[in-house]
């Protein structure tokens, strides 16, 4: 019999600036993953489009994917649908952070079809 998958959500709080990976209620600070791509290295942000939001999402990518290239694939416009909407305070589950990965992964592939392709 397998264990149950942990629960995992990841918050973030602007006065604190500080972005946090909650797994079964142990919480860590979230890796910025700056070895994959240095949009900001003096932080995640959110709720706006720019290099702090572009660090925020490459890190949520992978965080709930565990696949470093799709991260670096879809991160873009992980910051334009689901990032630069977050407010003040927020947090969101594992399974919302991958639903909008999945979206993400759509759109990127939508783009690299030829035009007139179906």
Sequence with gaps: MSSPKP?????GIRRKKRVLRVIDGD???LDPRLDLMSHSPTGMEW???GSGPAQLALALAAAATGDD????RVYQDLKF???SK???QWSLTRAEVLEA???????FAARRQPRGAA
């Excluded at 629960?7 to 918050?11: A, G, H, L, R, S």
């Excluded at 290239?69 to 670096?72: C, I, K, Q, S, T």
């Design 69 to 72: 290239e799709l991260a670096v």
């Design 27 to 29: 919480s860590t600070a």
């Design 86 to 88: 977050l407010g003040d």
């Design 47 to 49: 709720g706006y489009n």
């Design 7 to 11: 629960k995992v959500v990841y918050c």
């Design 81 to 83: 649908d689901l990032v």
């Design 101 to 107: 990965v999945k979206h993400a992964e759509a759109k």
